[in-house]
DNA sequence: AGGATGATGGACT
DNA sequence: GTCCATCATCCTA
């Protein structure tokens, strides 16, 4: 049986994105279950994207970006952290929809010590990745398998989503493409 | 709370 | 040589 988040990551990650959010993301590297609800994330649409790492085209580097929808994308951000996106959208399309952000659910201890702190663990795109345990040797991994070290669960949907302009960037600014899960007004947080 | 800045590797001109 | 889909730390309030 195929994965509702199969079906959801062949569209368009403009549309995905947002849905994708409640989702899990589950790491069983070095024998340590990290559980981590997906609170934040963008939308990069390939060629028709500046932004995009895709949108000169495919290369060595993004080639997993146009891979079957639900392919594990890590590139080395500022020589120093690892960002992991999912691809998203027909294959050979270059879409994909990078994990900025969320919230710890299962293995808190193992993500203090990867991160070597204990406060600001997952709020970033760079944290994330090192929360989980991921590195370059995982790119092109199917996060839709089952048996996979790294994938992707179905989980709880957010009540409220806000769009916004991506972070970071220099060009394509104006596409509201970033996702992140917002509480009601008045709910005490 | 918020601005500045150095670290550091790979892709691209 | 320049540009980043960043983060931690240092500084001024």
């Known amino acids: 049986m195929t994965s509702g988040l199969r079906k959801l990551l062949s569209g368009s990650p403009e549309e995905a994105a ?9 790491s069983t590297l070095d024998d340590s279950l990290v559980r981590i609800r997906i609170t934040e994330v963008e939308a990069y649409k390939g060629s028709d994207d500046q932004a995009s790492h895709a949108h000169n085209g495919r290369t060595v580097r993004n080639s997993p970006m146009f891979a079957a929808p639900g392919t594990l994308y890590v590139y080395r951000s500022y020589g120093i952290h690892w960002c992991a996106n999912t691809s998203a959208g027909p294959e050979g399309t270059g879409w994909g ?3 900025r952000a969320g919230e710890i659910v299962e293995g808190e201890g193992v993500v203090v010590r990867r991160r070597g702190r204990a406060t600001d663990l997952v709020n970033g795109p760079g944290k994330l ?5 991921i590195v370059g040797e995982h790119n092109g991994l199917d996060l839709l398998d089952p048996g996979s070290q790294i994938r992707l669960e179905t989980g709880p949907a957010p009540g409220y989503v806000m769009a916004t302009p991506r972070i970071g ?10 996702f992140v899960e917002t509480h009601p007004v008045g709910s005490g947080g």
Do not use: C, E, K
Not at 18 to 26: A, F, I, Q, T
Not at 169 to 178: K, N, T, V
């Open 97 to 99: 929809i990078l994990m």
């Open 129 to 133: 990745t090192q929360a989980l345990g």
């Open 169 to 178: 960037i220099s060009r394509a600014r104006d596409l509201p493409w970033r």
């Open 18 to 26: 947002p849905l994708l959010l409640g989702s899990y993301l589950v």
